[in-house]
């Protein structure tokens, strides 16, 4: 039987502002879009959050059992500046900037994207879909629209018409914005340009003489608006409904509302059925921006090389500080917040550590079934980390009393507990056993062990010379070999 037959998950739906009981639209499958970067700039640490916080989310819903289509877009073309309907493409800006190609721009930061998320151990998705791959469907569905009434052309641009749409339909019903009180508040705006309505947002831009990310069209030569292509996308590899549509909170209104309102246009049915929206992180108590200085890059953090943090943290350290919020909270970085999560992170590798060496027992003090379904009781509770790590520290106490003779553990709950201990630390959280200085110390004592184990194979043949040399090349390396009753022990220094 598949784990999530056995488990109620909920989930906080941003679209009823509710936490409701999850269930996919096709039993045993989940279909998951996630917006990905534009990448015109190194990824942001912010978004790594919003990324590891759906990675976290991927993985549970993996480890339940079901099958997931985890589509994560890449956006390289149509996202204009500020977000704004009007203004450059920040591709082709960046392009124009360091004269070399768009392409260029968008094959250096993808890489660079893929690369951070390599070290922060990122699970890949299923399809990562760009959006000058899905130009033609893009256009297909700005036609549909504008076939339908709810679009309309000027000048070689379309644009979508919110009022006629919210006639029939609820425009904001995502942000719990009303466009009576979103038009009120824009009427002293004067320029409006092209569009009917200040809300109106773009299907399609005239492509201007001097812009190089151009594309032909029945409208004339131009580019797509930044909301269409996540509808296009979405719905060609999930299904005009979906389960999951996941973002960073700052993405809710315009962006994802505009998706709702292509997608009802088009399709003639909303497009997800739970919306997960991840919060965003501050620096030092205050938001992150460039503009500011309040700003560091992943890669500044891994090499400790910047003016915030008063030494380097891991990759691992951060993933791990990171999950001790819950998603939809705000969560802070600071150098205390980062030392005491290496504190807990090192606490929490270890334990791997004691855990091979306990010694069983004929009873189990502590209820392992039990703590096993506090671990899911937590995650079923709209995928609540902050709670499971607690919940795996609690289990670390018992493992260090188990050490210490202060309590004891059967066989089978030893290993259950391995188990269960392995499953939510690295597959679930997608913790690495990456000790700083020492590398994987998993898989250099297992190294170590085998070359004991050699060393024990000589010593019984009386092969002195090779034992000896095993011996003294490991103390080169600052690994010293204790010989005892029960065995061959090490350190490392
Ligand atoms: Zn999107």
Request: charged share 25%; net charge negative; glycine share 8%.
């Amino acid at each position: 039987m598949q784990l999530y037959k056995s488990q109620r998950l909920q989930v906080y739906n941003s679209l009823t502002g509710k936490k409701e009981d999850f269930e996919p639209l096709n039993e045993g499958y989940i279909g998951m879009y996630v917006c990905g970067p534009t990448v015109y700039s190194n990824v942001h640490l912010g978004n790594c959050r919003t990324f590891m916080s759906f990675d976290m989310i991927f993985r549970y819903l993996r480890h339940l059992g079901y099958k997931v289509r985890y589509v994560r877009n890449i956006t390289d073309a149509g996202h204009l500046e500020n977000d704004a309907e009007e203004g450059e493409d920040k591709i082709a800006k960046k392009a124009r900037l360091e004269q070399i190609e768009p392409m260029e721009v968008v094959q250096r930061y993808t890489v660079d994207f893929h690369e951070i998320l390599d070290k922060f151990n990122f699970l890949p998705p299923s399809i990562e879909p760009t959006a000058t791959g899905h130009i033609i469907e893009q256009i297909e569905i700005i036609k549909d629209i504008l076939e339908k009434g709810l679009a309309y052309e000027v000048n070689g641009s379309v644009y979508f018409d919110v009022n006629k749409f919210n006639q029939e339909n609820h425009y904001g019903k995502l942000s719990g914005r009303k466009l009576e009180d979103m038009i009120s508040n824009t009427r002293e705006l004067t320029a409006q340009g092209e569009k009917r309505n200040p809300q109106d947002f773009a299907l399609w831009k005239r492509a201007e003489p001097q812009h190089i990310m151009r594309w032909p069209s029945p409208w004339g030569d131009g580019f797509p608006g930044w909301h269409l292509e996540c509808t296009a996308m979405s719905t060609k590899y999930l299904g005009e409904t979906f389960d999951i549509h996941g973002g960073g909170m700052d993405l809710k209104f315009p962006h994802h509302e505009c998706e709702i309102a292509q997608a009802e246009a088009h399709f003639g049915c909303p497009p997800v059925r739970y919306w997960l929206h991840a919060n965003m992180l501050t620096l030092n108590g205050k938001k992150m921006a460039k503009s500011t200085g309040n700003n560091i890059l992943p890669n500044e953090i891994f090499s400790g090389e910047n003016k915030i943090f008063s030494k380097a943290f891991s990759p691992a350290v951060v993933r791990f500080f990171m999950m001790q919020a819950h998603y939809t909270s705000i969560l802070d970085l600071s150098n205390d917040a980062l030392e005491a999560s290496e504190k807990g992170y090192k606490r929490l590798m270890d334990s791997f550590e004691t855990l091979k060496k306990l010694e069983v027992s004929d009873n189990t003090d502590f209820d392992i079934g039990r703590w096993k379904q506090s671990c899911y009781d937590a995650m079923n509770d709209d995928f609540n980390s902050p709670v499971l790590i607690a919940q795996l520290f609690e289990a670390v106490k018992h493992i260090n009393q188990i050490r210490e003779g202060k309590e004891k553990i059967g066989k089978a709950d030893l290993e259950l507990l391995i188990e269960t201990m392995h499953a939510f630390v690295f597959d679930v959280l997608g913790l690495e056993n990456k000790q700083e200085g020492i590398g994987d110390s998993a898989l250099l004592a297992g190294v170590v062990d085998v070359l004991i184990g050699l060393r024990n194979d000589a010593r019984s043949n009386k092969d002195f010379a090779t034992s000896d040399k095993i011996r003294d090349q490991l103390l080169d390396l600052g690994i010293q070999l204790k010989d005892g009753k029960d065995g061959t022990s090490f350190i490392i220094s």
